[in-house]
């Protein structure tokens, strides 16, 4: 039986509407969504102070020198507030827009390298993966270098096709050195090794050298060097400890240590692999068993299917090795998979398929289950409240999963297969979205924009603010101010190291300063308050929650 959407007349118009669909539920809770600590805060604050300050060279946190990352999603976002206002969508903005572009690559890339009906089941099969999406609405920077990175691996793909121009094949290959030039300024020069490692296994395992002498080598590094080096220049230039912080100790240090206590055991992105790929994770390991069995070629014509796999593979096992991990690192190889499976996609026939998705239904039954039972987590009678309302959130987002799982088994035992992957896409991301939205119910405990609503009538911009042995990462977007950290460092150390006016290194010493203020705030956790009050240090509670406090000079 043909699917509707594979026929001649209407398909455009039909793949249309599905894009139109696919982009209101994409960007419908950019808004919606609290900020939550530390990543949204952090990221969301940066940009902040660069319009604050105009000073968009030296990028800063709490008004600190922050050295971590490159500019580039600082100044997407600067822009946005610039131009939208400062709001939890326009922070958001960047990473909703860079995922979304994701998309539509994949879309252009798999019709370019594979054919129309490839190229379209990687774009759906992308756009209902879980990682990828919820990553695409979290504000940190892995969204923005994975798209780089693959706009960089695009044009390394199209521009190594012997069977096109000598021109575009140059002009695909610039793109993709400009593009690599993009991810070094996103996070840093992985976006220049990771490509680069990558294309020398390749090269080994395929015993190709001739690829290198199509990289056009010296302009393509003259091309990056263009897009990256004003901006180290700049830096450098107005921060001589730029230099040891970026590149030595966030590049170097970051990956062969723990010095960050983000380690974790090998196996760490095992479950994260799985779950992430989800609901298509059994059809990504098919896949990439038939991609390596299949992808053999006598020729020595670029392979494209066999770069892909490496790729994936590659930066599986980077990020296992390093000594940093978390969840979003395995993003640049879901756009790489998704290629690959919209090309398997597009050759199985239904059964197949089915029998590929079908062992997904449990696991949406066990959420649905148990998602009544949310508020076990609890370890507080707030938190009991508020995981008891996150349950219906997440009851609803099962079902929604498990409706589109089963309508996606009804459509391919009716042959239907396109309609199927649509239907099965669209309801993991909407109950993605739905589940993301309905962490709204207890942002409490992750975002400050309570305390930031009950004290915002206290908070002048003449009056200090000090933040006593703690920060609360979203708390000066809210308020639109930074503080006066006292007796606490953490992320912020190089820059106090850099700058060690701007704090106060003891409670001794805040206790002096504060009893000598006419006006002052002050927001401290629980326990630091209770320890203060002992003191007899002259305070009045203005705000106090289940964590913080903040007391102003009476």
């Known amino acids: 039986m043909e699917s509707p959407l594979n026929t001649r007349t209407g398909a455009s118009r039909r793949w249309l509407w599905l894009l139109l669909a696919v982009t209101v539920i994409w960007f419908s809770n950019i808004e919606y969504r609290k900020l939550i600590k530390p990543d949204e805060g952090r990221y969301a604050e940066i940009p902040r102070e660069m319009v604050a300050s105009g000073d968009w060279v030296t990028p800063r946190l709490n008004d600190l020198k922050y050295f971590e990352k490159p500019p580039l999603q600082y100044w997407a976002t600067a822009t946005a507030y610039t131009v939208f206002g400062e709001h939890q969508w326009t922070s958001r903005l960047w990473v909703s827009l860079t995922g979304f572009a994701g998309l539509l690559l994949v879309w252009f890339a798999g019709t370019r390298l594979f054919g129309r ?9 992308l756009g209902g993966s879980w990682l990828y999406v919820f990553m695409s609405h979290l504000n940190t920077l892995d969204m923005g270098v994975t798209f780089f990175l693959t706009l960089g ?3 390394l793909l199209l521009g190594q096709q012997a069977h096109i121009h000598a021109r575009a094949r140059r002009n695909w290959i610039w793109l993709a050195w400009a593009a690599l030039g993009l991810a070094v300024l996103s996070k840093g020069l992985m976006g220049l090794v990771l490509p680069g490692a990558a294309l020398v296994i390749y090269s080994l395992l395929q015993r190709d050298a001739a690829l290198w002498k199509r990289m056009h080598l010296i302009t393509g590094l003259l091309l990056c060097l263009l897009i990256t080096a004003p901006w180290f220049y700049l830096v450098m230039k107005a921060n001589p400890e730029f230099f040891q912080r970026f590149f030595i100790y966030e590049h170097y240090t970051r990956f062969t240590t723990k010095d960050l206590g983000r380690y974790q055991p090998w196996y760490y992105f095992v479950p994260v692999l799985l779950a992430g790929m989800l609901p298509w994770t059994i059809l990504m390991f098919d896949t990439m068993l038939r991609t390596w069995r299949g992808s053999v070629r006598t020729d020595k014509a670029f392979n494209p299917e066999r770069f892909l796999l490496v790729w994936a593979v590659f930066i599986y096992c980077f990020f296992t090795i390093s000594g940093s991990k978390l969840p979003s690192y395995l993003l640049p190889m879901f756009p790489a998979l998704a ?4 090309k398997q996609l597009a050759e199985m026939n ?17 959420g649905v289950a148990l998602s009544p039972f949310t508020a076990r987590l609890a370890d507080t009678p707030l938190q009991v409240q508020m995981y008891g309302e996150y349950a219906v959130w997440l009851g609803v987002s099962a079902l929604i999963w498990l409706s589109g799982l089963l309508a996606a088994l009804i459509f391919l035992r009716r042959r239907n297969k396109v309609v199927a992957v649509v239907l099965l896409s669209l309801g993991s991301l909407l109950a993605a979205q739905i589940g993301a939205a309905g962490y709204n119910t207890i942002a409490k405990e992750r975002s400050a924009y309570l305390i930031a609503d009950a004290i915002r009538p206290y908070v002048k911009p003449e009056v200090p603010f000090y933040s006593v042995a703690t920060y609360e990462q979203t708390l000066p977007f809210y308020l639109k101010r930074t503080f006066t950290l006292v007796a606490y460092q953490d992320e912020m150390a190089f820059g106090i190291l850099q700058e060690p006016q701007r704090w106060i290194p003891d409670i001794a010493t805040f206790t002096k300063v504060w009893q000598a203020q006419p006006e002052a705030l002050a927001i401290m956790q629980v326990y630091k308050y209770q320890e203060l009050k002992q003191q007899d240090l002259p305070m009045k509670v203005i705000y106090q929650d289940s964590q913080h406090v903040v007391v102003s000079k009476p």
Do not use: H, S, T
């Open 339 to 342: 290629l690959l499976m919209g």
């Open 117 to 125: 009906e490839a190229g379209r089941y990687a774009a759906v099969l």
């Open 350 to 366: 239904e059964r197949k398929l089915f029998w590929l998705i079908a062992p997904i239904v449990p696991l949406a039954v066990l």
């Open 153 to 155: 691996i695009v044009g």
